[in-house]
């Protein structure tokens, strides 16, 4: 899902950081500032006065009104019309505290064009709203599971509901490790390769256990036991142990599985839950393996060479 985001939410959310001042053109307050369908919302929504590949969102600072004052009468007025007629325009912002013309504010009224004024510079007011839009406008979902901290990296915990997902977050919070979300997380892609886990505010720093019922996590654990967000690394799959398993296991672990979230593949492992084995021991260990992988060094593939090793050495004798 792609989130939406209208002129009137840039206004509420961005006014008091850069300083807005709505001065017209108020009727344009639902204009969305990205298409639903974007594949990635926020790249190139907002930049400087562009009448050729228009932005959502177009920055008006000392150039731009220069330019435009310098055109005669007729071109400057055909010029207005097409920068407020344009529908891919979703807001106009003069910077700079730039006096606000009366033809602006006419321009603005008339095609429902929101018209901003800020103080900050042009190019400040651009990084910023960059910024903000790449993260209020970026793929999100919400997917069922746990979501924890383990040894510094982003471990998603899933599984059918009553396998002890939430039994597993609280042991690995007696082990130290960091509680981000239980039961519902939010990923949002900040990039094309980059999830970063949250959970929805509402239900932030609780844990549901079944027989306990709802737990405050900062409250039993301490402050350093909770965090709001974090960036994926690794998936970790829960699945009960049936007889049927047992033959199809891969020992080995020779083919590195993934999990796709919102078109990203994650890393993810298998674990079969069964009496005696300690998932949350089985977590870190999936945990540091996989940090081991990151630093390029793989046991499987060390293993086999030593074996191979062994086996050459042996025939040569």
């Not at 939410?9 to 204009?31: H, I, N, Y």
């Not at 930049?47 to 220069?66: D, K």
């Not at 004052?69 to 207005?80: A, D, H, I, P, V």
Request: net charge neutral; with cysteine; charged share 20%.
């Amino acid at each position: 899902m792609i989130p939406t985001v209208t002129a009137n939410d840039l206004f509420d959310t961005q006014r008091a950081p850069l300083e807005l001042t709505w001065v017209a053109g108020k009727a344009g307050k639902s204009r969305l500032l990205e298409a639903a369908k974007a594949e990635f919302p926020g790249m190139a929504l907002v930049g400087h006065m562009n009448l050729v590949h228009p932005n959502r969102i177009q920055v008006v600072a000392g150039n731009e009104l220069q330019y435009l004052q310098n055109l005669s009468e007729q071109e400057r007025e055909k010029t207005m019309h097409s920068l407020f007629s344009n529908d891919q325009v979703a807001a106009l912002i003069l910077a700079n505290n730039k006096r606000v013309r009366a033809d602006f504010e006419e321009h603005a009224d008339r095609f429902a064009v929101p018209l901003f004024s800020t103080p900050l510079a042009g190019p400040v007011v651009i990084e910023h709203l960059q910024y903000y839009l790449t993260r209020a406008l970026a793929p999100c979902a919400t997917l069922h599971g746990v979501y924890m901290e383990v040894l510094g990296m982003g471990v998603f915990i899933t599984g059918e509901s009553g396998i002890g997902k939430s039994e597993l977050a609280l042991e690995l919070l007696s082990r130290n490790h960091r509680l981000i979300a239980d039961d519902a997380v939010e990923f949002v892609r900040v990039a094309p390769q980059v999830l970063v886990g949250q959970c929805p505010e509402a239900l932030s720093e609780y844990l549901e256990v079944r027989g306990l019922g709802i737990l405050d996590i900062r409250a039993t654990f301490g402050e350093t036991a909770v965090r709001h967000k974090k960036k994926l690394h690794l998936v970790v799959q829960l699945e009960r142990l049936r007889e049927q398993h047992l033959n199809k296991i891969d020992r080995l672990r020779a083919e590195h599985q993934t999990y796709s979230i919102l078109g990203v593949d994650v890393p993810e492992v298998l674990l079969f839950v069964a009496p005696g084995r300690n998932l949350a021991i089985l977590v870190e260990a999936a945990t540091r393996a996989y940090i081991l992988r990151v630093r390029g060094i793989d046991p499987l593939n060390e293993f086999i060479r030593k074996q191979q090793a062994i086996i050459s050495k042996s025939s040569s004798t």
